[in-house]
């Protein structure tokens, strides 16, 4: 892939990462109750998530899902399912600020756990296959093969997703974890709860646009 072409590509990537969302409403959240250390482990799933899509847009499955009712409706629902689940663990998650230098988080929430939130977060959301679908084809040269450049659009919107959401997480860590107070806590994981199941009504909204 050109540089030329390349460069506007990362741009994009980084807009798009940057935008308010689901990823990083989750990876505010992680770092929120889990602290650091813990909570950037979201961020390894958010990347596999955004992998997952350029997969499946990439082996054609994107197609079926823009040209199939069934196949968006079915995607579409488990995806706002999956938000609104979300919504109501953050809500219910415990008042109690991170104070473990490792971030041990509420009820004891593995990294492993962390990440397939993190995964399920950007894999189940139909609007990014239809995104994909609607831009990366501007960045591919269909004169070129075709594995290469996937090669390059998957290690940059990977690389850029990973390093913006642990941002995020770091952000929430160092900055939200000010708040100690229970009542301030479990107001920011109620605020952080009601914008999951916020997504998830707007996800429900969403029809296909291609």
Known sequence: MAFSIWLPFFLATVAISLSPGPGAMAAMGAGLNHGFRRGQAIAFGLALGVWTQ???VGVGL???LATSALAFAVLKWVGVAYLVWLGVQQWRSPAAPVSAPDGE???GTTRGQLVLRGWGVNALNPKGTVF???VMPQFLDPALPMGPQYAVIAATFGVVEFTVM???AALASRVLRLLRTPAQIRWMNRSFGGLF???GAFLALFK???
């Open 132 to 134: 994909l679908l609607a």
């Open 208 to 210: 296909r646009g291609v």
């Open 54 to 56: 350029l997969l499946v």
């Open 166 to 168: 642990t941002g995020y």
């Open 62 to 64: 994107g197609a079926l």
């Open 197 to 199: 199941v916020a997504a």
């Open 105 to 107: 988080g509420a009820a």
